[in-house]
């Protein structure tokens, strides 16, 4: 079955540490593979994406994610957090065929001082 | 552009009435659907359309209906409205089904008493 895990429900990081938000996945071949970010009240917006080639792939506001494939993991990471990242991250893979998305559970960031 | 749009951003209904949730984009988008999202959930498909005149059920169709008359318009019907209908609904677009790239609209959130 298709399915998208992010272990960690909530995470709390103090500002300028570094942070890595983990996603697994099960897919029977090679996916599409997303992150997403969603503050509070708003839609969600593309923080990047992973469609073939380099396995690090770069996002917006200083966000990276690496794609494992014997891992089965796209985790993303950013080496300093600043207040204004405090969100829900959402991971998702989709097929190479195109259409629907399958996403995770989500997991929330807090920003301490 | 106005990207993806959706109105009404909060409804309140009763159990048993009926409504329509507006989605547009104004990006020629050919891909559309609809999501909800629950607390630890994620966002699960509702509906899908691939263009004008097409649609298909995602994970989650029950209660729910869709028609696709332009590119532009792609509404959520709920026939007879019920408490576990009271979630956040999404709309999304993408260029094309098999580019997997979606741009999200703001979000309707229902309550259903």
């Known amino acids: 079955a298709q399915s998208v895990t992010q272990p960690d429900i909530h995470i709390t990081v103090s500002e300028g540490a570094s942070l890595e938000l983990r996603c697994n996945y099960s897919?029977?071949?090679?996916?599409?593979l997303f992150w997403y970010v969603q503050s509070p009240g708003q839609g969600l917006q593309l923080l990047l994406k992973?469609?073939?080639?380099?396995?690090l792939v770069q996002g917006i506001k200083g966000f990276e994610a690496e794609f494992k494939r014997s891992q089965s993991s796209f985790n993303l990471r950013k080496p300093s957090v600043h207040w204004s990242d405090a969100a829900e991250y959402f991971c998702a893979v989709g097929g190479r065929q195109g259409g629907k998305l399958i996403f995770g559970q989500g997991t929330e960031l807090s920003v301490k001082p | 552009n106005a990207g993806v749009t959706q109105t009404p951003k909060f409804q309140v209904l009763k159990t048993g009435q009926s409504m329509t949730l507006q989605c547009a984009q104004d990006m020629n988008h050919e891909y559309m659907s609809w999501y909800r999202q629950d607390p630890g959930m994620g966002l699960r498909l509702i509906h899908y359309s691939v263009g004008a005149g097409i649609t298909d059920q995602g994970e989650v169709p029950n209660g729910y209906n869709v028609s696709r008359s332009t590119t532009e318009d792609f509404p959520l019907r709920l026939l007879s409205a019920a408490p576990s209908q009271t979630s956040v609904y999404f709309c999304?677009?993408?260029?094309?089904?098999?580019?997997?790239?979606?741009?999200f609209g703001p979000g309707t959130r229902l309550t259903v008493l």
């Open positions: 897919y029977g071949a090679t996916p599409y």
């Open positions: 992973y469609f073939s080639g380099d396995t």
């Open positions: 999304a677009s993408s260029l094309t089904i098999s580019q997997n790239e979606q741009f």
